[in-house]
């Protein structure tokens, strides 16, 4: 029948369409329903993705401008950035995404339907897109419908002057200045965008350092390097209100010192974390519950307390991160067939994709020593990495906090040149408890900057680095 499945995803982003995909993979009859007219939702859209391409072109241009001449390559004063075809190129790496997802789509048979997901009851589902309106039925769900821009009291997102991430990923030319409220995740890589083509950036965050979530060396280092591509920093400083001024948007804030100021600049940026988005699910008529802060309320198999209603990614607790939604996503097709999939929380590596990147996973110092665990330390600096002279990339360090008695790994945080590929490594080694000795026992190719790890792992086990 055809409008009648056995399960159906609502949003196709990394939750939805990994969940859709696996439970095709497994025999069920399965439809994706997304309100856009593009697969892949936040991530693919205005996420992960184009992110990730506005940093490579602008960490290019930063490398064309300050390092091509100390390897010897010489632009004659030539270097200027096409704005336009710097967000068109963006655009064509999401299209060529957007269009790997609907391939996938039709590949494992899934049925798309485009439009808003409203539900009647709990095994009926309105979709809803201008005129056309559908019934689908299912025996499960899996809400899967991501995330959206928080703001603060005081700042009233326009998207005109004061915008969110979405919005900054889509600018017609190129900001002389940027406010950005927030100095997390989003902050730091937004400011390292636009701060490398040589926008005035200003990141303005509450705490007393930069992605404040992450172990305190990180943010400190992070601070250093961001400080170096002229970004200005204002530490534990408060922000009260942002205004539209036309052509200009102003922040007043209270510094650390407690006195007040005001700043202008082209645009300001609102980057102080995101919440479950469920608009327009009509989750009441399903009888679903909900946590006080606007989340999916689940149950350790993300079963919702409707038996036949599950929910992943960002709209369930956790970290928004796409690989967690992704993870999530499969694990509830495998519950769903009757399996007991896997998830290990403690070991979900969280990535900053700034340069030098940050990448994270396990405790950080500061948990481990709230919870009374012994810990040892092992540091070893960039700088003393072959590999990282070469390409003269000597800022940062990995850091891996081991257990004494047995040599368990119990976090490892790396800020430096491809922490987020070098960090894949300690999440294996983790997840199979293989200790700190194996680790600096095997074979590491030469020069890599994974050779940072072995020598940090042979500190933390009492031997010296043998790395110069
Ligand atoms: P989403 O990707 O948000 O998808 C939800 C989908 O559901 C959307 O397409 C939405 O339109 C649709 N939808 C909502 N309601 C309905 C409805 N009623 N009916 C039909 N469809 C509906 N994470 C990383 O791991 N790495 C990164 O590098 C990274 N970079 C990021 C950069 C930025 C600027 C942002 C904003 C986020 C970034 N994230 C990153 C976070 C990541 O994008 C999210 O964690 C991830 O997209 C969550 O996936 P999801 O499937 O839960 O939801
Ligand atoms: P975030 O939680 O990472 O950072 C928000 C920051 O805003 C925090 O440092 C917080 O202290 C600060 N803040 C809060 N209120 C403030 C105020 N009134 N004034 C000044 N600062 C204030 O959130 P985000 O950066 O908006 O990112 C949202 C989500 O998107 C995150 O959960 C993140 O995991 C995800 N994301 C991930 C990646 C990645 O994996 N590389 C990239 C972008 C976004």
Known sequence: MENQYDVIFIGSGPGGYSGAIRASQLGYKVAIVE?????????????????????????????AKEQFKTHGINLNGELALDFTQFIRRKAGVISQNTSGLIYLMKKNKIDVHQGLGSFLDSTHLTVSSGDKQAILTSKYFVIATGSKPSSIPGVIIDKKRIITSTE???????????????????????????????????????????????????GKALYKSLVKLNIKILLSSKVQSASNLGEAASVKLLDKTGKEGIITAEYCLVAVGRSAYTDGL?????????????????????????????AVGDVVHGPMLAHKAEDEGTFVAEVINGQKPHINYNLIPGVVYTWPEVASVGATEEQLRAQGVEYRTGKFPYSASARARASMDTDGFVKVLVSPKYGEILGVHIIGPRAADVIAQSVVAMEHEVTAKDMFRISYAHPTYSEALKDAYLIASGQGAINI
């Not at 950005?180 to 890589?189: D, K, L, S």
């Not at 009509?282 to 209603?309: C, H, P, R, W």
Request: proline share 3%; glycine share 10%.
């Open 282 to 310: 009509n989750l009441d008529k399903a009888g679903i519950q909900m946590e006080k802060n606007g989340k999916v309320f689940v149950n350790n198999q993300l079963q919702t307390n409707v038996s036949n209603i599950y």
């Open 35 to 63: 309100k856009y007219t593009t697969l892949g939702g936040t991530c693919t859209n205005v996420g992960c993705i184009p992110a990730k391409a506005l940093l490579d072109s602008t960490e290019h241009y930063h490398q």
């Open 168 to 218: 900054s990923l889509s600018l017609t030319a190129q900001p002389k200045s940027m406010i950005i409220i927030g100095g997390g995740v989003i902050g730091v890589e937004l400011a390292s965008v636009y701060a490398r083509i040589g926008t005035e950036v200003t990141i303005i965050e509450y705490t007393d350092s930069l992605i404040p979530t992450m172990d305190r060396e990180l």
